[in-house]
C-alpha cells in the first residue's frame, strides 16, 4: 500500500498522510469560516452572542483584549482534534475538543472567584479607609477619590470604575450599584449598602462604617471557623464519591467477572439502579448538610 502511495502520488507515505492532514484541516477551517461569515446565518448570531458574553466576562476582571483571540483560539484547537480525531491520530479527541470548549468559561470563572475572594479579603481595610477620609471631609465623593489612592487592587480598580462613571454622569448610588453588580460578593454588597443607606437616612456615616467593619470581620472569623470544621466532612464527602469506583476496579482487578450478574440479568439492573441512588441520595444529603451559610 505504500509504494502504491509513492508511486501514485510521488512522495513517500507519511509525507502524502500529512499533505492529506493539512488539506483536510483547510478546507474544513474554509467551509466553517463560511459559514460564519455569513451575517444572516444562525452561526454568525450565535457567535455574536459568544464573543459578547466572553468580552463582559473580561470587563468584570478588567481584562481588555479582544475576545476574538480567544474565540480564534478555541476555533483552532477544535479544529485540530477533528482533525486529529478523523486521521485517528487523537483516539479521545472529542474529549479534547470538548476541553477546548469549556475551557475559557472555566478559566475565567476560576478568575472571577479568586478575584472576588481577594476583593473580600480587602473589604474591612476599604471601609475603615473610607470612614477616616470622611472625617476629614463631609463629601462622600471626595472621600472615595482620597480612598482610591490608598488601596491596592482589586478594590483599587472597582472604586476608580465608579469614580469615573461618576464623571460621566451617573450619581453616586448608581455606581454603588454597578459597582455591587459587578463584582457579585454578599460581603460588598452589605458593605456599600451600609453606605447607601447611612447617605440615605443621615447620622454619623463613619461611625456606621466602623461598625460594619467590624461586622464583616466577625462575619469573616466565622466563616473561617465553619471552614475548619466543615474540611473534615468535606474531605470523608470525596472519599464517599470516589471509593465505590475504586473498589469496584479493585476486586474486578482481583476476581475478573465478578460483578457480571449486575449486568446480565433484569434483576442485576434493578440491584444497580437501586445501589446508584443510594449513592446519589448520600452524596446530595452530606453535601446539603457540609453548606453552612452564615
Known sequence: MRELTTKILGMPAGTAR???????LLGL???T?????????LPRRYWA?????????QRRLFIFSPPTTVAYAQLAGIFLCIAAGVLDLLPVWWGFALGVAVAPAVLLENMRKKRVEKLEDQIDGFILALANALKATPSLGDAF?????????????EVELAIKEMRVGSTLDQALLMMAGRVGSRQLDTALSSVLVGRQVGGNLPKILDSTAQ??????RLEGVVRTKTAEGKMQLWVLAFFPFILIGAIEAVSPGYFSPL?????????TFIACAFWLSSLLVARKVLSVDI
Open 263 to 271: 449486568t446480565e440479568s433484569f434483576g442485576g439492573y434493578v440491584v
Open 145 to 157: 477619590k482620597s480612598v482610591a489612592l490608598v488601596i491596592p487592587n482589586p478594590t483599587k480598580q
Open 18 to 24: 500529512w499533505v492529506g492532514f493539512g488539506l483536510f
Open 29 to 31: 477551517f474554509v467551509a
Open 49 to 57: 452572542r459568544y464573543l459578547a458574553h466572553v468580552a463582559q466576562q
Open 215 to 220: 461586622s464583616l470581620r466577625e462575619m469573616k
Open 33 to 41: 469560516f463560511a459559514i460564519v461569515n455569513d451575517p444572516e446565518g
